[in-house]
């Protein structure tokens, strides 16, 4: 089988050394199992992540560096790497080590081990774990997750993690509609409501290691709002569309 990880990236020059390292870590270990390709996708940025990226991976034919002149949001990044990722599975991470790289391999297997066709981690998970977040960007990102529970899938508990394990057919069938943050979520949403299965890989959630986030909290939350009353609608429309007994 091969494996496909997709890192999407912008403004990232700060820790393009220390991800390199744990990547080249994490790779040995992934190489032993499977044949595994890293996508790097640079969402247009203004900093020296390109260049960066390309000298320490130099000549490495492992690797894929892929661009987008100007930046278009997480989803458009996603969708940008999917299109050049040739894995049987595929992976999407951080690029900050918010979960550990390490990681990976153990998500994989869980996805071969489980049958399942989606392996995503979840700090809300009872067995899972939050480090060091601000309290704000926790409040809103539980908050979001336990609204997704209530009106999709009460055993899934987090809905806004970006590392994951997808098998092919989910990437290649399930469109997703978000350019920003909201991309993941759109993800898993639509593949639950389209059939796919997803077991949970209880996590630990830390801050950044490095460099600043680039999420925006008040865009974030309104776009997870509207998409939860679109859900709630589409709901709602169903139940009163259904026949009578």
């Given amino acids: 089988m091969r494996v496909s990880v997709v890192i999407p990236a912008f403004n990232e020059a700060k820790g393009v050394a220390q991800t390199t390292a744990n990547l080249l870590l994490v790779l040995n270990v992934l190489q032993n199992s499977y044949k595994t390709e890293i996508i790097f996708v640079d969402d247009g ?7 960066l990226l390309q000298s320490a991976w130099n000549g490495d034919e492992t690797v894929k560096i892929v661009a987008h002149e100007q930046n278009r949001g997480l989803g458009a990044a996603l969708r940008t790497g999917f299109s050049y990722a040739t894995g049987d599975i595929v992976v999407t991470t951080d690029f900050d080590g918010t979960y550990a ?48 529970r209530l009106l999709v899938k009460w055993q899934v508990h987090t809905w806004t ?18 350019n920003g943050f909201l991309a993941g979520t759109e993800l898993l949403v639509y593949a639950l409501q389209a059939g796919y299965t997803v077991s949970e890989f209880p996590a630990t959630l830390k801050t950044r290691s490095f460099g600043q986030s680039n999420i925006k909290i008040a865009r974030v939350t309104r776009s997870h709002l509207i ?10 429309k169903n139940l009163f569309q259904r026949p009578s007994p």
Avoid: C, N, W
Wanted: aromatic share 12%; proline share 7%.
């Fill in 45 to 51: 940025s203004t900093d020296d992540t390109r260049p």
């Fill in 227 to 236: 998409f939860q009353l679109k859900i709630l609608r589409r709901r709602l």
């Fill in 161 to 178: 993690a970006l590392f994951r394990a997808y098998r092919r057919p989910v990437i290649e069938h399930v469109q997703f509609e978000s």
């Fill in 101 to 148: 790289f390490e990681l990976i391999p153990t998500i994989v297997e869980q996805l071969v081990r489980d049958e399942v066709d989606i392996v995503t981690a979840s700090p809300y998970h009872p067995a899972g774990h939050v480090e060091g977040v601000p309290k704000y960007r926790l409040m809103f990102s539980y908050g979001a997750s336990l609204l997704y």
